[in-house]
């Protein structure tokens, strides 16, 4: 193999595909991106066998090859020069050097017949979506997934089809987001559970492309294809938890408050929170009281007061303040609604007037 491409085009798409590689003593290759220089084309590919990924670049061919190299360190080299705009790459014997005008290295490699293939989907059903709409879908309900791999079908993210939107869910059975995105065309016949480290690899691919990308849906995978870009991960086979019956129709106090004064509160209440990471919310529209509190034995308490709008009942809930201060990131408007049906029912939290992303989360009972 012998190629003359953009150093840092091709730096860009290794250190893509370098994020699937895994540390895999029984497979050493599966450590490795495979280069492939074919038909005036250089493809970089890699996978940890749950995701693959793959990115077509232009390149120079003066021959054709292909190797399989170290993805960590072929990422770190290529970083490490980076006032260099072009460089080359030549094989031989399994051995790659690489070489610029200031700078050459050799790196040794594995033979491609080693590498895994990468499956490519035929048929199953299927939507087109900007990559920024469905990374915006992700990063919005991750966070609520299950870290446990005991049940895989909560330590997952849940797509599915309602109408014109997709709806992005994730849970831990404490808390549960969940985000609407509107996209018009779509066809997904059955829900896909795809286990959340899987579609963290998926949406960081997906964040360095700004293109429309085609998403196939089978019972067994999800593949997105652009251009210059392919990613195939496994999806779980079970039944997701039918976790709308558990979102409240309606409440019995409301309360309203900008995200900034709460987020600045829930920072300095963690600093005196105990191991559950308990808060306090106390509000009482007749009084015109909202607060929150912490309390810890063995460091002391805070409270902090809100200037806000409230409706209803009084009520008095701890829950996790860390669960709350996570889904303020997922929300857009700069005034939060907060909804309670009483202290032994989960609290709802949405942005004012913005009806696609919802947050329930269970109080603390102890």
């Known amino acids: 193999m012998h190629i003359k491409c953009s150093r840092e085009t091709i730096q860009k798409s290794i250190a893509g595909a370098e994020r699937v590689t895994g540390k895999n003593l029984s497979l050493p290759v599966l450590n490795s991106v495979l ?3 074919q038909n005036k084309t250089l493809t970089v590919r890699a996978t940890n066998l749950e995701v693959g990924v793959e990115f077509t670049i232009p390149a120079q061919i003066l021959k054709e090859g292909s190797v399989a190299l170290p993805g960590a360190l072929l990422a770190n080299a290529l970083g490490s020069i980076p006032d260099e705009p072009e460089v080359t790459l030549v094989v031989q014997n399994g051995v790659c050097k690489i070489t610029t005008k200031t700078k050459t290295l050799t790196i040794k490699g594995f033979t491609a017949d080693d590498f895994p293939t990468i499956p490519v989907i035929q048929g199953g059903d299927g939507f087109i979506m900007s990559s920024g709409k469905f990374t915006q879908g992700v990063k919005a309900v991750f966070m609520s997934a299950a870290l446990s791999d005991v049940k895989p079908e909560i330590s997952s993210v849940y797509l599915h089809q309602d109408a014109d939107s997709i709806i992005f869910t994730a849970t831990d059975s404490f808390r549960l987001a969940e985000k609407k995105i509107k996209q018009p065309k779509i066809t997904i016949s059955h829900g ?3 286990p959340v480290k899987n579609i ?3 949406m960081r691919v997906l964040e360095s492309v700004n293109e429309d990308v085609n998403f196939l849906v089978t019972k067994n995978q ?6 210059s870009m392919y990613v195939t ?3 779980v086979q079970g039944v997701y938890p039918d976790y709308q019956q558990i979102i409240p129709k309606s409440h019995t106090t409301e309360v309203i408050l900008l995200k900034q004064d709460l987020l600045n509160s829930l920072k300095l209440s963690t600093l005196f929170s105990d191991k559950f990471n308990k808060i306090t919310f106390n509000v009482d529209p007749a009084k015109k009281v909202c607060s929150i509190s912490t309390k810890n034995i063995e460091i002391g308490e805070t409270q902090s007061n ?3 709008t409230l409706s209803g009942e009084p009520v008095e809930m701890s829950l996790n303040g860390k669960h709350l201060f996570d889904c303020l990131g997922s929300v857009e408007r700069d005034s939060v ?7 032994d029912k989960p609290a709802v939290i949405r942005g004012l007037g913005d009806p696609s992303f919802t947050y329930l989360t269970m109080p603390l009972t102890r």
């Open 200 to 202: 963290i690899e998926i």
């Open 306 to 308: 809100f200037t806000a």
């Open 35 to 37: 280069l492939t220089a």
């Open 192 to 194: 896909v559970i795809i």
């Open 233 to 235: 991960s496994r999806v």
């Open 222 to 227: 999800i593949s997105c294809a652009s251009k």
């Open 337 to 343: 609604v907060i909804e309670f049906n009483g202290p």
